[in-house]
């Protein structure tokens, strides 16, 4: 009897010995949506300080130690902050490197700077660029196989089909945008059997990965970015469990998972908020003020030179020099017949003399883009009439414009004030179309500028095809640049600026 | 594309975000007064995240 207890025993003891090998505890660590904020910062709307790169960095390291990890970021780390921006994300890479990232998917803004620059910022960093729905550039990837305390976990990334609607066209000339969830399909297929995790690194926004859950099976888990979310319920759809962890690095995705035979069998995720408080990580801190202190420095260069004032002041009650300035330049950088911003965007002046970048950001502050749409010549002098609506009480929604010329009458009623309009040098015509600039605010409907609104109502679907946008009424959408780095630009170029009230607008009795 | 912000549609230029609905809503100060944005499963989302076609939001 004693020798089959003994037997008996031992097989016990294999059976759990089988157990504990075939479990596995790991953790996925996720960011997304950083947009190059590497320093704490008070959120519209908030008192308090929240993010902080090198504290992210520090919380990343602790949780890393204490189980096998992964550390993925899903898109849009390189551009947005001026930290970012003025390195075209060198900055945003260098932090990553040390971090340790292991998968990054493409987001939509990572083409913001170009090809050329993207394909620079790839060759920079020392972890996979992932991209599956994207063709026509080989540096990145569609999926990586990451080995983690023995399983092997396949990591697909897909990118938003909108990205050649919110960049630059000659950003995504020659590159080509499949279906993310045709794509996903196809390499689950590939995958599945061979691999024990699959995750989705996606930039397509939560109700897509939601979609893409539904119609994809197999898929383990979506790590998501693009629509800003902060998932901080765990959501699952059939067996995949979708996660996205915000924006700009104020929080940090954690997921823990138990892995069982091959099977999920328990997965835990949250949100760790990340604010400026406890320990930051040194070699990323020092980073973070490397590029900072370059910023601070950037703000003091030189651009050019104003051989005379630059009238930001007037800008709610009259055409002046620094609007006919600001308004050209936007006109020529999306090729319009017009351009037409409202004058509260322009918020000072710039002194005849040497023009810092600090001039033209002080100028220009807001984090605003340049886009086109055909307007109808009847809603151009609509957006007129509104311009000078309540130019009796300076508001900002007083006009400033180029490639047109305008006479009113303050006197009349608001809504017939506006007199003669020319475009291009002739008289414009009620139901023509004309491509006329404007910034996204106004675009938006911003400051009541409707007419904008309006047109992008009537527009018919449009299809964006080989890179380019063909569209009914927008014709340019340049998201990943702002206005003032427009500006600075062709301040550089042209090295000196003089220009004048030409009587572009002119009151009338 | 159309959107949703209060159950209110409003059309907006592809790849415009959270911020271009408020601004067209005429709600963005909303936020500067504490109010949240949230989607359509009650998850928070931030002023720069992108809108897709049908979204719908909500301020609270």
Redesign the interface.
């Known amino acids: 009897m004693r020798p089959f207890l003994k037997v008996l025993f031992l097989l016990a003891a294999a059976a759990v010995l089988m157990s504990c090998a075939t479990q596995h505890e790991i953790r996925i660590l996720h960011v997304n949506?950083f947009?190059g904020f590497a320093a704490a910062y008070k959120?519209?709307?908030s008192e308090e300080d929240q993010g902080g790169l090198a504290y992210l960095a520090e919380r990343v390291e602790a949780l890393r130690a204490e189980k096998p990890t992964l550390l993925v970021a899903a898109g849009d780390m390189i551009q947005?902050n001026n930290w970012a921006n003025l390195f075209q994300g060198k900055s945003s890479i260098e932090a990553m490197n040390v971090m340790k990232f292991d998968a990054v998917v493409v987001g939509?803004h990572e083409f913001d700077f170009g090809q050329a620059i993207l394909k620079e910022r790839i060759e920079e960093a020392n972890f996979p660029f992932l991209g599956a729905n994207v063709t026509g550039l080989s540096q990145l990837k569609p999926y990586i196989i990451k080995n983690l305390d023995g399983l092997s976990i396949a990591v697909i990334g897909i990118v938003?089909g909108?990205t050649p609607?919110?960049t630059h066209p000659k950003n995504v000339s020659g590159l080509q945008f499949s279906s993310p969830v045709d794509t996903v399909e196809k390499y689950v297929r590939e995958l599945r059997a061979k691999n024990d995790i699959i995750v989705v690194l996606s930039h397509i926004?939560?109700?897509?990965d939601m979609d893409l859950a539904k119609k994809v099976e197999g898929i383990d888990v979506i790590v998501g970015g693009?629509?800003?979310?902060?998932?901080?319920?765990p959501?699952v759809v059939g067996k995949t469990h979708i996660l996205?962890a915000?924006?700009?690095g104020k929080v940090l995705g954690v997921l823990d998972l138990t892995v069982h035979n091959g099977s999920i069998v328990r997965a835990d995720s949250r949100l760790e908020p990340i604010s400026p408080t406890g320990k930051e990580n040194k070699a990323v801190e020092a980073i973070v003020a490397k590029y900072q202190q370059k910023v601070d420095s950037f703000m003091n260069d030189t651009v050019g030179e104003s051989l005379v004032d630059l009238d930001g002041v007037n800008v709610r009650q009259q055409e002046t020099n620094l609007g006919n300035l600001i308004t050209d330049i936007m006109r020529k950088a999306a090729g319009a017949d017009a351009a037409i911003i409202n004058g509260g965007t322009i918020r000072t002046s710039i002194k005849k003399g040497k023009i810092k970048v600090s001039d033209v950001y002080a100028v220009v502050p807001f984090d605003n883009y340049i886009?086109a749409?055909k307007l109808t010549g009847k809603q151009i002098r609509e957006t007129l009439e509104h311009g000078v609506s309540a130019i009796e009480k300076g508001e900002g929604r007083f006009p400033q414009i180029s490639g047109l010329a305008f006479t009113y009458n303050r006197l009349d009623p608001a809504g017939s004030r506006v007199k003669d309009v020319f475009i291009g040098g002739h008289p414009l015509v009620a139901d023509k179309e004309y491509t006329v600039a404007t910034n996204?605010?106004l675009?938006?409907?911003?400051d009541g500028y409707k007419a904008f609104?309006d047109a992008?109502?009537s527009s018919k679907d449009?299809a964006v095809i080989g890179g380019a946008m063909k569209g009914d009424k927008?014709v340019y959408?340049n998201?990943g640049k702002w206005l003032r780095d427009v500006v600075i630009e062709f301040i550089k170029s042209r090295r000196e600026i003089s220009i004048r009230v030409e009587g572009r607008i002119r009151e009338v009795k | 594309m159309k959107v949703y912000v209060n159950d209110r549609e409003?059309?907006?230029?592809?790849?415009?975000t959270?911020k271009?609905?408020l601004?067209?809503a005429g709600l963005l100060d909303m936020?500067?007064?504490?109010?949240?944005v949230y989607?359509?499963?009650?998850?928070?989302?931030?002023?720069?995240?992108?809108?897709?076609d049908g979204?719908k939001i909500y301020i609270r």
């Open positions: 949506d947009h959120p519209y709307g947005g939509n938003t909108d609607t919110t926004g939560f109700s897509a693009h629509s800003h979310t902060k998932v901080a319920k959501v996205q915000f924006e700009h886009v749409i996204d605010f675009a938006a409907g911003g609104g992008v109502k449009y927008l959408s998201a | 409003f059309d907006l230029v592809q790849g415009m959270v271009h609905a601004i067209d936020i500067k007064k504490g109010k949240k989607d359509e499963m009650d998850n928070e989302i931030g002023l720069s995240g992108e809108l897709t979204a």
